[in-house]
């Protein structure tokens, strides 16, 4: 019933920019964290940046300057800004959400099915 939608994804040029949409929908009790994640053919899955409740946020060294996280609340909708893209951006990338979904459940990961993103120089 909780779903996580990524959008946003696609082809750009090296030094060019996308933005990132991460929608939630279903029964959400909570939401403690949201963050992206990528990975790259052959390569492990690595955090990019995440975004807690009180607003704090973390960045991978590789995207800091680059990349900005935000959220719309009101809309339970993340994003990233990706400016300044170089071809080793090229991912697949994956929203996240550190959730509550009722008053007598833990928190646990949801996962959203993906959206590519590719870089060419």
């Known amino acids: 019933q909780v779903q996580l939608v990524e959008s946003g994804g696609g082809l750009v040029q090296a030094g060019g920019s996308l933005r990132l949409s991460c929608t939630t929908s279903g029964s959400i009790f909570r939401i403690n964290a949201m963050g992206w994640y990528r990975q790259a053919p052959g390569k492990q899955r690595e955090l990019v940046a995440r975004?807690?409740?009180?607003?704090?946020?973390n960045y991978a060294d590789s995207v800091k300057g680059r990349f900005t996280i935000s959220r719309d609340d009101a809309k339970n909708t993340v994003y990233l800004q990706m400016n300044s893209l170089k071809a080793e951006d090229t991912a697949v990338y994956y929203c996240n959400a550190d959730m509550k979904v009722s008053l007598v459940t833990a928190s646990r990961d949801y996962w959203g099915q993906g959206t590519q993103v590719t870089v060419s120089s």
């Open positions: 975004i807690t409740g009180g607003g704090s946020t």
